[in-house]
Each structure stands twice: as structure tokens, then as C-alpha cells.
Nanobody, 120 residues
Framework: QVQLVESGGGSVQTGGSLRLSCAAS????????MGWYRQAPGKQRELVAIITSGGSTMYADSGKGRFTISRDNAKNTVYLQMNNLKPEDTAVYYCNARVATVVAVTTSYWGQGTRVTVSS
């Protein structure tokens, strides 16, 4: 069984920063892409950023220039540095990872979510 445990959420004022972390644990062969998604109240879950095992990144327009995704493959951990936060960034942030528990077969796993609240 694979578990993703997130941390780092909280409440900040507009312009503040937060760093989210997500650590994967359990039995698996490898982790492919890892990413962050968010879901604001009354809205659908949306992509924030993705990073491949090789370090290639992709960002949603909403976070470009403000958010930075990174990963430490030795620690099976993905990070999301969020700067210049805005009230519209308020949401529950979810970590996602595509994990190979069997060789050449990947499964998508989700964390439990961490809440980010940005006040004006």
C-alpha cells in the first residue's frame, strides 16, 4: 500500500508564502510524475503543477511565476513553494503521484489534502 502524506498548509495574508511537502511511503518500485492539485469551495479539483521523475515541470497559468514545484527522489518527496499568495489561492491542496507498485504498471495515488487559506 502506498501512502502520500502532505504537510505545510496553513493561513497566511495576501503576499505571504507557504511551502507544501508530500512524502510517499510504502512498497513500490518507482515513482513517475508527482503533482499538486487544489480544490476551492464549490469548484472542481484543478491542476496546480506537475514534475516528472526527470525533473521536467508544468504549471497551471494561475501559479506561473509564483509557484515552484520540486522533488527529492531520494526522499520520495515533492514540494510546492508558493509565493505572493492571493485570496484566490485559498483551497485544499492535494498531492498526487503515479507509483509503480508492479514493474511497468503505474497507479495514481492521492494524499489526504492540506488546507491553504489566504486572507486579504
Amino acid at each position: 500500500q502506498v501512502q502520500l502524506v502532505e504537510s505545510g498548509g496553513g493561513s497566511v495574508q495576501t503576499g505571504g508564502s507557504l511551502r507544501l511537502s508530500c512524502a510517499a511511503s510504502g512498497k513500490f518500485f518507482s515513482i513517475d510524475a508527482m503533482g499538486w492539485y487544489r480544490q476551492a469551495p464549490g469548484k472542481q479539483r484543478e491542476l496546480v503543477a506537475i514534475i516528472t521523475s526527470g525533473g521536467s515541470t508544468m504549471y497551471a497559468d494561475s501559479g506561473k511565476g509564483r509557484f515552484t514545484i520540486s522533488r527529492d527522489n531520494a526522499k520520495n518527496t515533492v514540494y510546492l513553494q508558493m509565493n505572493n499568495l492571493k485570496p484566490e489561492d485559498t483551497a485544499v491542496y492535494y498531492c498526487n503521484a503515479r507509483v509503480a507498485t508492479v514493474v511497468a504498471v503505474t497507479t495514481s495515488y492521492w494524499g489526504q489534502g492540506t488546507r491553504v487559506t489566504v486572507s486579504s
